[in-house]
């Protein structure tokens, strides 16, 4: 009997979820038809929306409805890990799951994994905050005096040392932004978080040293780690496969190769243009197919 309900619970959850997703679709999917015109309505529902409806089509039935946690799954909105970790590690846990855990991998286009990290992360606070800056002035900064194009990717330009902040004004908080430009050691030295305790990440843009057994020193971020093998970028930005056996020393150490802007590196001023640059990247939600009239038959030719 308790299985049975247990099987109940869970159907109903799957139930709910879906139907709260076709209201929401109901409600965010509207068109609007001019009177007179037969041109097929565009569509199209906004970044956050679409966000949230995928997340409740493949995730609510373990995250809950509004992230929080449900029958299997941790509450997302309180890890660290959503508000620190980078748009790689949580594509990888999200698209290839964590094996000997519960959490399975998805069969979620690059897209509408990028929506869903931005809808999760949406739901920590702070993300919302408005800043009074410039951000035409802050986008010459990003790419001029700031030299930030050199490691970040913005929309597929720039460099791949940092993280991509193709979408940093949806999924990073204000507060985030400011302590990862004037002190962008700081969330590293706290320690990244987790998901939960069976749910383990690596800080993935600390500083990693190889010592090789000629005695050179390697420098960079890690991307991929075993007992084994190393996979990193080094500061020239090029990507380096080692193996452990062939090294004589690996150093992890808790600190960011992004040096720190200071208000003599970057006055107050142009620290809130750069932040409205920023807080204006967010990812563009790919519109809804557009309805179409169908086509009425051709009459029988004679």
């Known amino acids: 009997m308790k299985a049975i309900k247990q099987n109940l619970n869970r159907r109903s959850l799957g139930f709910c979820a879906i139907l709260t997703t076709l209201l929401t679709l109901g409600k965010?999917?509207?068109?609007?038809?001019?009177?007179?015109?037969?041109?097929?309505?565009?569509?199209?529902?906004?970044?956050?929306?679409?966000?949230?409806?995928?997340?409740?089509?493949?995730?609510?039935?373990?995250?809950?409805?509004?992230?929080?946690?449900?029958?299997?799954?941790?509450?997302?909105?309180?890890?660290?890990?959503?508000?620190?970790?980078?748009?790689?590690?949580?594509?990888?846990?999200?698209?290839?799951?964590?094996p000997g855990t519960a959490m399975p991998a998805n069969d979620l286009t690059e897209q509408e994994t990028r929506l869903v990290i931005a809808y999760i992360r949406s739901l920590t606070g702070g993300a919302q905050n408005t800043v009074h800056g410039n951000p035409t002035r802050g986008k010459e900064i990003f790419n001029?005096?700031?030299?930030?194009?050199?490691?970040?990717?913005?929309?597929?330009?720039?460099?791949?040392?940092?993280?991509?902040?193709?979408?940093?004004?949806?999924?990073?908080?204000?507060?985030?932004?400011?302590?990862?430009?004037?002190?962008?050691?700081?969330?590293?030295?706290?320690?990244?978080?987790?998901?939960?305790?069976?749910?383990?990440?690596?800080?993935?843009?600390?500083?990693?040293?190889?010592?090789?057994?000629?005695?050179?020193?390697?420098?960079?971020?890690?991307?991929?780690?075993?007992?084994?093998?190393?996979?990193m970028i080094d500061v020239n930005q090029d990507l380096q496969l080692f193996m452990k056996s062939d090294l004589k020393e690996v150093i992890h150490e808790r600190k960011s190769l992004m040096p720190a802007y200071d208000e003599q590196a970057l006055s107050k001023i142009e620290l809130q243009d750069l932040l409205a640059y920023l807080q204006g990247l967010r990812p563009t939600a790919a519109p809804f197919p557009a309805p179409t009239k169908p086509t009425p038959p051709r009459a029988a030719e004679k």
Do not use: W
């Open 28 to 98: 965010i999917v509207q068109p609007s038809v001019t009177v007179g015109q037969n041109k097929p309505v565009e569509t199209a529902v906004s970044s956050d929306h679409h966000g949230e409806v995928i997340f409740r089509l493949n995730c609510a039935d373990c995250h809950g409805l509004d992230a929080r946690g449900g029958g299997h799954g941790p509450n997302l909105t309180a890890s660290r890990l959503i508000r620190t970790g980078s748009d790689s590690t949580l594509t990888k846990v999200i698209t290839q799951g964590v």
């Open 144 to 231: 001029g005096k700031g030299n930030c194009t050199s490691c970040h990717m913005v929309n597929g330009q720039g460099g791949r040392l940092g993280p991509d902040l193709s979408m940093a004004g949806s999924s990073r908080s204000i507060e985030f932004l400011t302590d990862s430009i004037r002190d962008p050691s700081k969330d590293l030295t706290e320690g990244m978080g987790q998901l939960n305790s069976q749910f383990e990440s690596p800080a993935i843009y600390e500083t990693v040293t190889v010592v090789t057994s000629d005695g050179r020193r390697i420098v960079g971020v890690p991307k991929n780690e075993d007992n084994f093998s190393l996979q």
